[in-house]
C-alpha cells in the first residue's frame, strides 16, 4: 500500500484566475454537498489528504478528527474495516494530525469469541490495541476532553502511558477499567499523573470495584469542579477539599454514608449539580441532606414513572413521593429522567403535574433512545430533540447549552 504523506499545514490555497478571464464567478458549494462528497472517503487517511483539495473540506475535515469517537467491536485489530478505530489510532500516531484531535471518547472492547485470532488467548491483541491508544494519546497534546472506557481481557501491565500523558488544556478526564489495573495506575500513583494538574472534571474507576483507600495529595487536583463519587475515602478528600460544583453519585454507594455526609459539610463549595445513578437515593437522601443543598439547580435522574413493570415502578416510588423530595431546594431549576423504553410518562402533563409542585422547573432534560429536551419558556412547555447525551455529560458542563 502506497504510504499516504501528510501536508505540513493546513495552509493550501488557490491560484487567482487567469488574466484572460478577470470576471469570471465561480458559485460556492453549498456545505451540504461538500459533507456529502466527503461522506464517500471512508479512511481517515484519505480524509486528511483531501483536506488539501479546497478550503471547506479542509474545515470539515478538521471538525471530523476534532471529536473522535470509537466504538467497541470496531476496534478488531487486522479484521476491522478501513476506517474503523485500529486503523485510525495507527493513523493518529502523527504529531500534525494528532494535534487536531481536542476530545477523544472510545470504548476498547476485548474480541469476542467470534473474532478471536491465534495468540488472543496469550492477551496480544487486547494489548495490541491497547498500545495503539497509548501511541495515538502521546501525540494528542491538545486534548482537553478524555473519555476512555477499557474492557479487555485481566493484565496487569495495560495502560502504563496514562501516568505520562501530558495534555496541558485538559479539563474533562473519565476513565473505567475493567481488565485490571497497571502498576503505573496503582492508587499509590495519584499524585504523579501530570494530567491531573489541570482537570476540572474527574470520573475514576475501576471494575470491579477495588477496596481500600485511595492515598490523595492536597497539591493535585486544584481545579477541580465536578466528580464522579464512588464512596472511596479519597473521593470524600476530593469533596472536602476542592470547591466541587457538580457531583455525579455512583451505582453502590450506601445510602447512609458518614464520609460523604462529613465531606459534603466540610466542603468549600456549593452543589449545584447533583445526580444519583441510582433513581431510589433521591428520595432517600435528599430530605436530609436538603440544608446542605440550598445552592442546587439541578437534580437526577428520575425513572421514567410509566415503566410497565409493576415491580421496578413499586422501587422507583411514586412521582409526588420525588417532587416532595425535592421541594425543599429553593434553587432548583433543572431535572433529567431516564426512559428505559417505548413510551413515557415524561410528557406535557407530567410537566404541568411537575410544575404544581416545583414551580420553579424550567428544563427537563430526557435521556432515552431518542433524547429530548422540555423548556418551559413563560407558561409554555416546548420539547426538542436532541443528541444522545448521557448522566457524565451533564456533570462535565456538556449539555449546558443544549
Known sequence: MTAITAPRAFTHTFDSPEPSEPNRYI????????TRIL?????????YSLSQVSNMLRILVVSFLGTIQLSPLENVPNLAPRGH????LIFMQDTQRATIVTSLHVKLSCLRTSYLPQGHMEGKHCTKLDNALGGALHYMVNLKNLHIDYHFCIAYQRH?????LVA???????????????????????NKFPIFDTVETLGWSSLPSRPGVIPYNPGTFTKLKALEYHGREAECSLLAMRPIERLLVALGTPVYDPLFIAALIKSPGALTHLIFQSF?????MVPPLSSYLDKLQHVGTLPDFNHPIDAIRAIAGSIQSYLTALASLPCLVSLDACVESGSTRWNHNMLILVNKSLPNIRRVMVRSHRCCVWERRDRIWEKREVESFSDWDIIRGACDTI
Do not use: N
Not at 85 to 88: C, V
Not at 172 to 184: E, F, H, K, Q, T
Open 39 to 47: 461522506s464517500f472517503v471512508e479512511g481517515a487517511d484519505d480524509k
Open 168 to 190: 496541558p488544556q485538559l479539563r474533562d478526564l473519565s476513565v473505567v477499567c475493567g481488565c485490571g489495573m497497571s502498576p503505573a495506575l496503582s492508587y499509590t500513583k495519584w
Open 280 to 284: 431510589s437515593k433521591i428520595t432517600q
Open 27 to 34: 458559485p460556492p458549494l453549498p456545505v451540504e454537498l461538500w
Open 160 to 164: 502504563r502511558y496514562l501516568a505520562h
Open 85 to 88: 478505530p485500529y486503523p485510525l
